[in-house]
């Protein structure tokens, strides 16, 4: 017998799809036993695919997929939440609903509770006056700083919607330029321009 | 107007937790998990011991000391978990129980299965230390960290746990 005897037992082809397996069942065992604090899954969706991070008050945050942004998003998750984070289809399936009907050009708002606790501060302010842009409507920077009592913010509002955990259910692609210029959309222009567009604000290029 | 001071705010929130996401530590560190664990409580209830090790870490997961080295700690989760298995199978098994199954019949003694005889027979503390050194490849020192024991008690696991080995199988 050698020493090599025994690894061949651990067999490793298998422990790695095995081990992927296991790994597989932890999060409903882990939601079994009330372990789960942050459920992650993913969406498909016209603007590409998302991440929906889903807590027991509520959505916490929707990363685009494919963002550098995501690993950061999940840190500051694990920071300012907590770190039992676990892919769960099952835990995010509610939003995965509500999403698929906004996507679908039935739904017009979002009835599902969300969880604030990524936004501090000023963003607070700005992202409660960002809720409450009806559907299909847009407001500018300044109107929002205005509102919020900082009329010559209109910067610090662009970088709280910049920073918003929530895009499309905090809907911060509703605020543009006083020009009328789309100006910047943390997801990316172009996913701004086709929210714009589904929501009937703009039309279909 | 000065801009409003947002990563200033940010800064002030309570910072509850310095390790990273469950999910990223998880897929980092399942695949050692489950090779340990294959061999050190066997294939049948490699399973069962993966959901108990990664179910009492992440229970303990938002407390976690600063600095710990976690591919480090979820081993030494395993090891006691690994262990207290084959004690609480040896504690239910009954005195009558058949001796291991094989123990006495002619098996082709370079085959696998003559080789997981052996390895079920070695004391729990001895089987574990092994599987970390020669299947892990662990230092003496870190199996010592893992065991929670001297350096010179794993050693002497190890050494024990081979030579039995190397009696059954030649």
Same mark, same amino acid.
């Given at each position: 017998? /050698?020493? /090599?005897?025994?690894?061949?037992?651990?067999?490793?082809?298998?422990?790695?799809? +095995?081990? +992927?397996?296991?790994?597989?069942?932890? #999060?409903?065992?882990?939601?079994?036993?009330?372990?789960?604090?942050?459920?992650?899954?993913?969406?498909?969706? #016209?603007?590409?695919?998302? %991440?929906?991070?889903?807590?027991?008050?509520?959505?916490?945050?929707?990363?685009?997929?494919?963002?550098?942004?995501?690993?950061?998003?999940?840190?500051?998750?694990?920071?300012?939440?907590? #770190?039992?984070?676990?892919?769960?289809?099952?835990?995010?399936?509610?939003? +995965?609903?509500?999403?698929?009907?906004?996507?679908?050009?039935?739904?017009?708002?979002?009835? %599902?509770?969300?969880?604030?606790?990524?936004?501090?501060?000023?963003?607070?302010?700005?992202?409660?006056?960002?809720?409450?842009?009806?559907?299909?409507?847009?407001?500018?920077?300044?109107?929002?700083?205005?509102?919020?009592?900082?009329?010559?913010?209109?910067?610090?509002?662009?970088?709280?919607?910049?920073?918003?955990?929530?895009?499309?259910?905090?809907?911060?692609?509703?605020?543009?330029?006083?020009?009328?210029?789309?100006?910047?959309?943390?997801?990316?222009?172009?996913?701004?321009?086709?929210? %714009?567009?589904?929501?009937?604000?703009?039309? #279909?290029? | 107007?000065?801009?409003?001071?947002?990563?200033?705010?940010?800064?002030? &929130?309570? &910072?509850?937790?310095?390790?990273? *996401?469950?999910?990223?530590?998880?897929?980092? $560190?399942?695949?050692?998990?489950?090779?340990?664990?294959?061999?050190?409580?066997?294939?049948?209830?490699?399973?069962?011991?993966?959901?108990?090790?990664?179910?009492?870490?992440?229970?303990?997961? *938002?407390?976690?000391?600063?600095?710990?080295?976690?591919?480090?700690?979820?081993?030494?989760?395993?090891?006691?978990?690994?262990?207290?298995?084959?004690?609480?199978?040896?504690?239910?098994?009954?005195?009558?129980?058949?001796? *291991? !199954?094989?123990?006495?019949?002619? &098996?082709?003694?370079?085959?696998?299965?003559?080789?997981?005889?052996?390895?079920?027979?070695? *004391?729990?503390?001895?089987?574990?230390? &092994?599987?970390?050194?020669?299947?892990?490849?662990?230092?003496?020192?870190?199996?010592? !960290?893992?065991?929670?024991?001297?350096? !010179?008690?794993?050693?002497? $696991?190890?050494?024990?746990?081979?030579?039995?080995?190397?009696?059954?199988?030649?």
């Amino acid at each position: 017998m /050698n020493r /090599n005897d025994l690894k061949r037992l651990a067999g490793k082809a298998e422990t790695e799809s +095995r081990s +992927r397996t296991a790994a597989g069942a932890l #999060p409903d065992a882990a939601a079994t036993e009330g372990l789960l604090d942050v459920a992650v899954g993913g969406i498909s969706s #016209p603007i590409g695919d998302l %991440l929906v991070v889903v807590t027991a008050r509520g959505l916490a945050a929707i990363a685009f997929e494919g963002d550098e942004y995501r690993d950061e998003l999940l840190a500051r998750v694990a920071r300012q939440i907590s #770190p039992r984070i676990l892919p769960s289809p099952k835990g995010t399936d509610p939003w +995965r609903r509500e999403l698929d009907e906004y996507f679908a050009a039935g739904r017009t708002g979002f009835e %599902l509770p969300v969880d604030r606790r990524l936004i501090h501060g000023i963003a607070s302010d700005v992202l409660k006056q960002t809720s409450k842009i009806p559907y299909g409507e847009v407001s500018t920077y300044g109107a929002i700083a205005k509102k919020i009592g900082h009329p010559s913010a209109a910067r610090a509002v662009g970088r709280a919607l910049g920073a918003n955990p929530i895009p499309i259910v905090i809907p911060c692609h509703r605020v543009i330029g006083a020009s009328g210029a789309l100006t910047g959309y943390a997801g990316g222009i172009d996913r701004k321009v086709r929210l %714009l567009e589904l929501e009937g604000v703009l039309a #279909p290029t | 107007m000065a801009a409003v001071g947002l990563a200033a705010v940010e800064s002030e &929130v309570a &910072v509850s937790s310095t390790v990273p *996401p469950f999910q990223d530590f998880l897929e980092a $560190n399942r695949a050692t998990v489950y090779r340990f664990l294959t061999v050190a409580v066997g294939p049948a209830d490699a399973d069962d011991c993966f959901q108990e090790t990664f179910l009492s870490a992440l229970r303990a997961y *938002p407390r976690v000391t600063r600095g710990e080295r976690l591919d480090r700690w979820i081993l030494r989760i395993a090891s006691r978990k690994a262990i207290d298995h084959h004690r609480s199978r040896a504690r239910s098994a009954l005195p009558t129980a058949e001796p *291991p !199954e094989r123990a006495t019949t002619t &098996v082709d003694p370079t085959s696998d299965d003559a080789l997981w005889d052996a390895v079920r027979t070695l *004391p729990p503390r001895q089987r574990v230390a &092994v599987v970390h050194r020669h299947v892990l490849d662990r230092s003496y020192p870190e199996i010592a !960290e893992l065991m929670g024991s001297t350096e !010179e008690a794993a050693r002497a $696991n190890v050494s024990q746990g081979i030579k039995k080995l190397r009696e059954l199988i030649r």
